[in-house]
């Protein structure tokens, strides 16, 4: 890291939605990113337009981008490059720009979901010579808003510390970031990774369910997005466990106690218990 209060150079390849997420969140307020050290390289025009107007030099190939950031370094090896593409399209970025990335050693930082971090080590090119040292991470859909979660932990061919720059950027989209083995990325993938997803399919299900007790769609859309929206709120700021408030909820022979019968007679604790653990399961096919 430079010790002149500079982030390190950094290429971002993909410029997606989470790809804007991580920079726009980055270069907020007193956050890591400078606009004069980042280089993003994404081939759609209209989603570069988005990165151009936050004052970010944009490229449509990836060693350019990369270039770019080996350009600003003042020390060989110290720019990052933080790869936010579809994890099928590692072989072809990998023919692209080895060659770069074997001319000194560097931190890659991965956000492939189900890539563990010697895939990406040995398809960017460990045999012949690219030394790269891969930190994986895993941010969530809330970083759109920073307030995402990020799981990070250090792969392969790692240092002590390569990972403090990825836990800057990912600290500019939310507040959280924790450390865990990558045994565990699946895991976490499938909590919090997918964990938005079973949000909105509560509040799809939750919709439904109002319009046929006789609300117009647009009242039973606001109803539940603050409904959930508050009982989210007071769940992060209580200190009470998610049973103890649902049980201050439920009076008992009340509403709510009839409607969490019907939720237990269909099983649909287990039914999320083994959805999750089917989200994690897919997860580690598509590492293979």
Do not use: H
């Given at each position: 890291m430079p010790t002149d209060g500079?982030?390190?150079?950094l290429a971002v390849i993909g410029g997606g939605n989470m790809g804007l997420a991580i920079v726009s969140g980055g270069m907020a307020g007193t956050r890591p990113l400078m606009r004069g050290f980042v280089a993003v390289a994404e081939p759609d025009e209209a989603k570069r337009a988005a990165f151009k107007a936050l004052g970010v030099a944009t490229f449509a190939h990836a060693a350019d981008a990369i270039g770019a950031a080996i350009g600003k370094e003042?020390?060989?090896?110290?720019?990052?490059?933080?790869?936010?593409?579809?994890?099928?399209?590692?072989?072809?970025l990998a023919e692209e720009v080895r060659e770069l990335l074997a001319a000194e050693s560097r931190v890659v930082i991965s956000i492939l979901a189900g890539t563990p971090t010697a895939k990406v080590r040995a398809v960017l090119g460990v045999a012949l010579g690219a030394?790269?040292?891969v930190v994986r991470a895993m941010p969530n859909l809330p970083a759109?808003?920073?307030?995402?979660?990020?799981?990070?932990?250090?792969?392969?061919g790692t240092?002590?510390?390569?990972?403090?720059f990825a836990r800057e950027i990912f600290g500019g989209v939310g507040p959280m970031v924790v450390t865990i083995e990558e045994s565990l990325m699946d895991a976490f993938t499938a909590v919090a990774?997918?964990?938005p997803a079973y949000v909105?399919?509560?509040?799809?299900?939750?919709?439904?369910?109002?319009?046929?007790l006789g609300f117009d769609e647009p009242t039973a859309r606001d109803i539940v997005r603050e409904t959930i929206a508050g009982a989210g709120n007071l769940l992060a700021d209580s200190a009470e466990a998610p049973e103890k408030l649902r049980a201050a909820v439920?009076?008992?022979?009340?509403?709510?106690?009839?409607?969490?019968?019907?939720?237990?007679?269909?099983?649909?604790?287990?039914?999320?218990v083994e959805a999750m653990r089917a989200a994690r399961d897919r997860g580690r096919e598509l590492g293979r």
């Open positions: 500079r982030n390190p150079p003042d020390k060989g090896g110290e720019a990052q490059v933080l790869l936010a593409v579809k994890p099928q399209m590692l072989m072809r030394e790269v040292r759109k808003i920073r307030q995402g979660i990020t799981a990070l932990c250090s792969g392969a240092r002590p510390g390569d990972d403090a990774g997918s964990g909105f399919y509560l509040a799809e299900a939750m919709i439904q369910a109002s319009v046929r439920t009076s008992k022979g009340g509403t709510t106690e009839a409607a969490c019968k019907k939720l237990d007679e269909a099983g649909v604790m287990l039914a999320l």
